[in-house]
């Protein structure tokens, strides 16, 4: 006869800051319950002290992600029934790896969005606000290299899963990277020389292991291990023909 599911869940949830331990919860299992519905319920029923971020529920702004039993993931989009093998497995919330942890599960992304700021992850344009827009062909091929990553939303995931962000925390990390790629890539922008020079270097695409971690985890089927093979194939050189 098959055991019936339980109808509580085991989860350890992280308390503290970069010191601290898991606190055991029992929580209410529900149908279609994904991993944040688990923590909202603990922050709302059980401790309302329990520090955590997110935004949309709905995958689109980043903000939910943690790790998961041992794995970075986004909550608002990963069902207990996902990473939950047994029935009567306990479920771990962690804070995501590599960033400081503010307080439980919300970790400061400071770093994260400073090296998209020195991979000169940002667009700078040459038309004023009174010229017309610039009209760039879907067909070509920058544009679709482009188009591969441009859904990035920035939710940490593939950054908390490198493991050359762990051993070098200089390392400018996958997201940062696959932005600069897709800029590199735009035929618009006019900092590409600064841009390459900025990705080259030692904290830059070279140090990247290309065992594709950022790829796979990616919740957005982006794959970064593919945008930072591009920077590596310029060489440290901007592409032919990139305006500056
Ligand atoms: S492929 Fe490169 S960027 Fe991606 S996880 Fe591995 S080392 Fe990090
Ligand atoms: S590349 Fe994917 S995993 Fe990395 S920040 Fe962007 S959406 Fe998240
Ligand atoms: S809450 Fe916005 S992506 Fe999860």
Same mark, same amino acid.
């Given at each position: 006869?098959?055991?019936?599911?339980?109808?509580?869940?085991?989860?350890?949830? =992280?308390?503290g800051a970069d010191e601290g331990e898991?606190? @055991?919860?029992?929580?209410?299992?529900?149908?279609?319950?994904?991993?944040?519905?688990?923590?909202?319920?603990?922050?709302? @029923?059980?401790? $309302?002290?329990?520090?955590?971020?997110?935004?949309?529920?709905?995958?689109?702004?980043?903000?939910? !992600?943690?790790?998961?039993? +041992?794995?970075? @993931? =986004?909550?608002?989009?990963?069902?207990?029934?996902?990473?939950?093998? %047994?029935?009567?497995?306990?479920?771990?919330?962690?804070?995501?790896? %590599?960033?400081?942890?503010?307080?439980?599960?919300?970790?400061?992304?400071?770093?994260?969005?400073?090296?998209?700021? #020195?991979?000169?992850? &940002?667009?700078? +344009?040459?038309?004023?606000?009174?010229?017309?827009?610039?009209?760039? #062909?879907?067909? *070509?091929?920058?544009?679709? !290299?482009?188009?591969? +990553?441009?859904?990035?939303?920035?939710?940490?995931?593939?950054?908390?899963?490198?493991?050359?962000?762990?051993?070098?925390?200089? &390392?400018?990390?996958?997201?940062?990277?696959?932005?600069?790629?897709?800029?590199?890539?735009?035929?618009?922008? *006019?900092?590409?020389? $600064?841009?390459?020079?900025?990705?080259?270097?030692?904290?830059?695409?070279?140090?990247? %292991?290309?065992?594709?971690?950022?790829?796979?985890?990616?919740?957005?089927?982006?794959?970064?291990?593919?945008?930072? /093979?591009?920077?590596?194939?310029?060489?440290?050189?901007?592409?032919? +023909? /990139?305006?500056?």
């Amino acid at each position: 006869m098959q055991s019936a599911t339980p109808t509580q869940l085991k989860v350890n949830v =992280w308390r503290g800051a970069d010191e601290g331990e898991f606190q @055991r919860f029992d929580v209410p299992r529900m149908e279609s319950q994904t991993v944040l519905d688990v923590v909202i319920h603990i922050q709302r @029923r059980l401790d $309302a002290t329990l520090s955590y971020r997110f935004a949309c529920r709905v995958g689109m702004c980043g903000s939910c !992600a943690m790790t998961v039993n +041992g794995r970075a @993931r =986004w909550t608002c989009r990963t069902h207990v029934t996902k990473v939950l093998h %047994h029935a009567d497995d306990v479920l771990e919330i962690a804070p995501l790896n %590599h960033l400081p942890v503010v307080k439980d599960l919300a970790v400061d992304m400071t770093d994260f969005f400073d090296k998209w700021r #020195d991979a000169k992850g &940002y667009f700078a +344009g040459r038309r004023t606000r009174a010229e017309p827009v610039a009209r760039v #062909d879907p067909a *070509t091929a920058a544009r679709k !290299a482009a188009d591969a +990553g441009i859904e990035c939303i920035g939710c940490g995931v593939c950054y908390a899963s490198c493991d050359v962000v762990a051993w070098n925390p200089d &390392y400018l990390g996958p997201a940062a990277l696959n932005r600069a790629w897709t800029l590199v890539n735009d035929v618009r922008d *006019t900092q590409q020389q $600064a841009r390459i020079a900025a990705v080259s270097n030692d904290a830059g695409c070279q140090s990247c %292991h290309t065992l594709g971690s950022c790829t796979e985890r990616c919740p957005k089927s982006i794959a970064p291990t593919a945008s930072i /093979a591009g920077l590596k194939r310029l060489n440290g050189k901007a592409p032919q +023909g /990139a305006p500056e």
